[in-house]
């Protein structure tokens, strides 16, 4: 006979029953670890330590790998403070591609579940070998681009502009983990302006960007179709990957043709560039638009229409499973065809030569629908606790709520309420589409009656 220590001993705990909330409590843990560090006396130059709000808003938005900032990098924090930042982007985005990729082949069934409930451990676990799959998959993809970005970046660094072998190396890698993990974190003032010219920085680290922001399980197809197409030939990507492929590339291409169109004569920005350095700047503003928060050109100096198209570009994001924030782009693709299925009268939305289930149009209207309205009412509170101008305050929410990390320069003048209030919006805006998505996917269930059905009048 059981005893009673034993049966709550095999029921799962209220924090373990979900994988999603525990991927929401460790990163709430690790947040509050990094803030801790960050207002330690040592993490400053000044020795004098950070109060807590600004170490609060750092760690959340390194380990949300968004790149806002209340202070400068590189002058406010001592080394020490720079590696723990440094340390808490990689913990973060190496933990969004895991845990993010483990939901992700959970939800498609791809992953099988396995539960094993004992003594020692009331949380449902996968399988020891689906994990390490998953994990090393991620750490090499991590390794390699990161050390193949630190290197060039490093080598431009020495011998490009003089720098120390130690500072160059310092330089490099630390740009290339920033970039990779989509942070935006840079070590001078004015981001990487200073390279806005030169292809030798900001494309490797556009590249990385792309990498990072794509998602983990689209660069392991790509590689293992990469070695399939070597021995039988045939190319055969997933509808996620097409998807995630085509549109990135589409929003990258409209991304750059409207940033040159829009500030190809702006005297602050793209105007006195030549006309490479134009379109090589606005292929970077738009990688960067979507994903991170590097920036080699004044954000401040914007036109309204250039804020505009950008708080839409942040918006939409990157890929699922990866270091991109927004509401990512495979749910954009999934409305526009619901959207021109409708316009057809087609009776079901398809994408691609497939079509889609019922079911993954509700969850991107639902992710998609969630996300406006947060942008919405936290732009409202926001312009009550401050005096900024509409554009610039839904410029710096949608850039929180994305975790892109660009701004127009308002962010160290929002008071600490507003302030807080952008603290949340990075770690909903991170973690929150990805969490929903599994929630609701995971708690599908088939209902045994049907109700009658009726039509309101729509439009």
């Known amino acids: 006979m059981r005893t009673r220590g034993a049966r709550m001993r095999s029921q799962p705990s209220l924090l373990t029953a979900?994988?999603?909330?525990?991927?929401?409590?460790?990163?709430?843990?690790?947040?509050?670890?990094?803030?801790?560090?960050?207002?330690?006396?040592?993490?400053?130059?000044?020795?004098?330590?950070?109060?807590?709000?600004?170490?609060?808003?750092?760690?959340?938005?390194?380990?949300?790998?968004?790149?806002?900032?209340?202070?400068?990098?590189?002058?406010?924090?001592?080394?020490?403070?720079?590696?723990?930042?440094?340390?808490?982007?990689?913990?973060?985005?190496?933990?969004?591609?895991?845990?993010?990729?483990?939901?992700?082949?959970?939800?498609?069934?791809?992953?099988?579940?396995?539960?094993?409930?004992?003594?020692?451990?009331?949380?449902?676990?996968l399988g020891i070998g689906d994990v390490r799959r998953v994990l090393l998959g991620v750490a090499g993809t991590t390794l390699i681009v990161e050390l193949a970005t630190g290197t060039v970046l490093a080598l431009r660094f020495r011998y490009g502009y003089g720098e120390s072998v130690g500072s160059a190396v310092y330089l490099g890698y630390f740009h290339a983990v920033s970039a990779f993990n989509n942070a935006g974190f840079g070590l001078h003032a004015d981001?990487?302006?200073?390279?806005?010219?030169?292809?030798?920085?900001?494309?490797?680290i556009a590249g990385a960007v792309i990498l990072g922001g794509i998602g983990f399980p689209v660069v392991l197809e790509l590689l293992r179709h990469r070695h399939r197409r070597r021995t039988t030939g045939r190319r055969n990507w997933t509808l996620h990957t097409r998807l995630t492929l085509i549109t990135s590339a589409v929003l990258l291409a409209a991304g750059t043709v409207l940033t040159c169109l829009l500030e190809w004569t702006n005297a602050d920005t793209l105007g006195p560039l030549t006309t490479?350095?134009?379109?090589?700047?606005?292929?970077?503003?738009?990688?960067?638009?979507?994903?991170?928060?590097?920036?080699?050109?004044?954000?401040?100096?914007?036109?309204?229409?250039?804020?505009?198209?950008?708080?839409?570009?942040?918006?939409?994001?990157?890929?699922?499973?990866?270091?991109?924030?927004?509401?990512?782009?495979?749910?954009?693709?999934?409305?526009?065809?619901a959207i021109l299925a409708e316009v057809r009268g087609e009776p079901t939305s398809s994408m691609l030569g497939r079509r889609l289930a019922p079911h993954v149009l509700r969850q991107a209207l639902t992710v998609a629908l969630l996300g406006i309205g947060l942008v919405i009412s936290s732009t409202l509170a926001l312009l009550t606790l401050t005096e900024e101008s509409l554009e610039a305050v839904l410029f710096e929410v949608v850039s929180a709520f994305g975790t892109v990390g660009l701004s127009t320069g308002i962010t160290a003048d929002v008071p600490t309420a507003g302030q807080l209030l952008l603290v949340g919006l990075m770690f909903v805006g991170r973690l929150g589409p990805i969490t929903l998505v599994s929630a609701l996917a995971l708690r599908e269930r088939t209902r045994r009656y049907e109700l009658p059905e009726e039509r309101p009048v729509i439009g």
């Not at 609060?56 to 406010?76: N, P, R």
């Not at 379109?279 to 004044?298: C, K, P």
């Not at 505009?308 to 999934?334: D, E, N």
Request: aromatic fraction near 8%; charged fraction near 10%.
């Open 18 to 125: 979900h994988p999603a909330r525990s991927v929401v409590v460790a990163f709430a843990l690790v947040v509050l670890v990094g803030a801790v560090l960050l207002a330690l006396p040592i993490a400053t130059e000044e020795r004098a330590g950070a109060g807590f709000v600004t170490a609060l808003f750092t760690s959340t938005s390194a380990v949300c790998v968004t790149g806002l900032a209340v202070v400068d990098t590189g002058t406010y924090w001592s080394g020490f403070g720079e590696g723990v930042i440094l340390a808490l982007i990689q913990v973060g985005g190496f933990g969004i591609m895991t845990m993010a990729s483990l939901l992700a082949l959970l939800v498609s069934g791809r992953l099988r579940l396995r539960m094993q409930l004992t003594a020692q451990a009331e949380t449902k676990s």
């Open 191 to 204: 981001s990487i302006t200073r390279y806005a010219q030169d292809a030798w920085v900001t494309l490797p």
């Open 276 to 337: 490479a350095d134009k379109v090589l700047n606005g292929f970077f503003y738009s990688v960067m638009s979507r994903t991170a928060g590097f920036n080699a050109i004044d954000i401040g100096a914007l036109h309204a229409s250039t804020l505009l198209m950008t708080c839409v570009l942040m918006f939409i994001g990157g890929g699922s499973a990866g270091t991109a924030g927004g509401i990512k782009v495979t749910t954009f693709a999934v409305l526009a065809a």
